[in-house]
C-alpha cells in the first residue's frame, strides 16, 4: 500500500508562483512513476505532468509547457511540481498519483494509475 499526501497548494495571483510536494510512504519511492493531475469544479480530471521512477523522464502537458516543471527526489520520497506564471484558469484541485512499474516510462492516464493523493487547492485570483 502506498500513502501519498500533497501540499503547497494556497491563493496566489496571476503571474505567481507555489511549488506543490507529494510525500509517499509505504513502499520504495523508486519504484513507481509518479504523475500531477488537476480537476476544476465541474470538469474532467486532466493530466498536468508526469515522471518516470528514475526521474530520467518527464512529460508536461502543453497547457503548463514552460510554466510547470515535475520532479523527484528519490532520497527524499518526495515529487515536486515548481509552477511559475500561475493563470486563473490554472485553478483546481491538483492531484499527484503513482504507478507500480520497473519499466522507465511516464504515465499521462489516469486509469494507469494505481494510488492517489486527496488533492491540494490551488486559486489563482485575476
Known amino acids: 500500500q502506498v500513502q501519498l499526501v500533497e501540499s503547497g497548494g494556497g491563493l496566489v495571483q496571476a503571474g505567481g508562483s507555489l511549488r506543490l510536494s507529494c510525500a509517499a510512504s509505504g513502499r520504495t519511492f523508486s519504484s513507481y512513476a509518479m504523475g500531477w493531475f488537476r480537476q476544476a469544479p465541474g470538469k474532467a480530471r486532466e493530466f498536468v505532468a508526469a515522471?518516470?521512477?528514475?526521474?530520467?523522464?518527464?512529460h508536461h502537458a502543453d497547457s503548463v509547457k514552460g510554466r510547470f516543471t515535475i520532479s523527484r527526489d528519490n532520497a527524499k520520497n518526495t515529487m515536486y511540481l515548481q509552477m511559475i506564471n500561475l493563470k486563473p484558469e490554472d485553478t483546481a484541485v491538483y492531484y499527484c498519483?503513482?504507478?507500480?512499474?520497473?519499466?522507465?516510462?511516464?504515465?499521462?492516464?489516469?486509469?494507469?494509475?494505481?494510488?492517489w493523493g486527496q488533492g491540494t487547492q490551488v486559486t489563482v485570483s485575476s
Open positions: 498519483a503513482a504507478a507500480i512499474t520497473s519499466a522507465p516510462v511516464v504515465i499521462t492516464r489516469p486509469p494507469l494509475y494505481d494510488y
Open positions: 515522471i518516470s521512477w528514475s526521474g530520467g523522464s518527464a
